[in-house]
């Protein structure tokens, strides 16, 4: 399967996270992309929610050393993305 959908150039990636109770109930620390490299969150920027239809998507704003990224979770399918 490939995972990287051509249409938006989203990838789907594999997260490690920590879900509490704080301010924040969920917190990506590290997340390996399809070609097994692995990325470790240094900094959580901004986390919201948008609602798509009956689905809420969890979107977090992170860093990575240098590097941003954006990460998706569906809340309904429990997948995480990697969006541009």
Same mark, same amino acid.
């Given at each position: 399967?490939?995972?990287?959908?051509?249409?938006?150039?989203?990838?789907?990636?594999?997260?490690?996270?920590?879900?509490?109770?704080?301010?924040?109930?969920?917190?990506? /620390?590290?997340?390996?992309?399809?070609?097994?490299? @692995?990325?470790?969150? $240094?900094? &959580?920027?901004?986390?919201?929610?948008?609602?798509?239809?009956?689905?809420?998507?969890?979107?977090?704003?992170? /860093?990575?050393?240098?590097?941003?990224?954006?990460? @998706?979770?569906?809340? $309904?399918? &429990?997948?995480?993305?990697?969006?541009?």
């Amino acid at each position: 399967m490939n995972n990287i959908n051509k249409n938006d150039q989203t990838e789907r990636v594999q997260v490690m996270a920590l879900f509490n109770y704080s301010q924040t109930p969920c917190q990506p /620390l590290s997340f390996k992309r399809a070609t097994g490299r @692995e990325v470790e969150v $240094t900094e &959580l920027l901004r986390a919201h929610v948008k609602f798509v239809g009956g689905t809420a998507k969890h979107i977090f704003d992170c /860093l990575a050393g240098r590097n941003s990224y954006r990460l @998706e979770f569906d809340s $309904t399918s &429990l997948a995480w993305t990697l969006t541009p």
